[in-house]
């Protein structure tokens, strides 16, 4: 689903009290599969499960990593409305966390969360307990060959389009499967502009990155008859969250004082690196609309 605190540009090893000793978990910057396996295999070590996979969003002082990351979910959630009783569909759901949170804090009559990635889907198996009308699969959000026509009440996109070489098909999909006054909501990284970076170019198509600018979305949400009823920056709110991230690692995951110290080293690098990419590459859109099925 995203570029959150553990971005990295390479891999480190750390270990700690929980079996982490001599593995290379961080190898997030040698593919988007690698990536995501290593976010989620660090958060189970470090908070003892999962969590959602995007940025965080400050509201309070003193709040965890956690607590950041729903109020993100909830501040997306904010602009559609009530989701109870709706059939809901999350494209680029990752672990399952979010679909989960939405579920079991919303009361959709049903939730779908849908993933490229397997090894995502395995874990939002894992966690997904006994609820009947919350369901994960396999599938590309630029097909959705398992979701039918005209059959989702309100679909989210939150943190995952970036991934998405072919966004336009996508929208195309979104235009397809939202029933007509449903609404969709998509919250994604944009770039400021489409300079090029040189060897960094190289880079972001082996991580599957592909960045739209504001202006593009708003052109290809047009071509596609989805209608933007709100968009919103929240960059700001964003580059806020990581306030006192330094209090989200403490030394007692960690066996040695060395390993502690590297791994804060680390995360300082990128905290800094996601900041400064916001502060003058990339912002924070959520948009908000409807297809226009006539």
Not at 55 to 65: A, N, Q, V, W
Request: charged content about 25%; some cysteine; overall charge positive.
């Amino acid at each position: 689903m995203s570029s959150n605190i553990f971005y990295s540009f390479a891999f480190i090893k750390i270990k700690t009290q929980t079996d982490m000793a001599n593995s290379n978990l961080l190898e997030t910057g040698s593919s988007t599969q690698n990536y995501y396996q290593s976010i989620n295999k660090t958060y189970r070590k470090l908070y003892q499960k999962l969590l959602m996979l995007h940025y965080p969003y400050y509201k309070e002082h003193d709040e965890s990593l956690e607590d950041r990351q729903v109020n993100l979910t909830n501040h997306c959630i904010s602009h559609i409305g009530e989701l109870e009783n709706k059939d809901v569909l999350e494209v680029g759901c990752g672990n399952g966390t979010q679909s989960l949170y939405i579920y079991e804090n919303y009361q959709p009559g049903s939730m779908t969360g849908i993933d490229i990635n397997a090894h995502n889907i395995a874990l939002a198996h894992s966690i997904n307990g006994s609820h009947n009308n919350l369901e994960f699969m396999v599938d590309d959000a630029q097909q959705l060959e398992k979701v039918p026509d005209d059959s989702v009440d309100v679909l989210l996109c939150i943190e995952s389009a970036f991934h998405y070489p072919e966004k336009h098909r996508f929208m195309q999909e979104v235009h397809r499967v939202v029933k007509p006054g449903g609404t969709f909501l998509i919250a994604d990284i944009l770039s400021r502009s489409y300079q090029h970076r040189g060897p960094f170019e190289r880079w972001k198509r082996k991580m599957s990155y592909h960045h739209w600018t504001e202006s593009h979305y708003l052109k290809k949400f047009r071509e596609n008859k989805l209608n933007i009823s709100q968009k919103e920056n929240i960059t700001e709110a964003v580059k806020k969250g990581y306030k006192g991230y330094d209090r989200w690692i403490t030394r007692k995951n960690f066996n040695s004082w060395m390993d502690y110290i590297k791994f804060k080293l680390f995360i300082f690098l990128q905290v800094k690196i996601n900041i400064l990419l916001l502060n003058k590459r990339r912002k924070y859109f959520i948009f908000v609309g409807e297809p226009d099925k006539n």
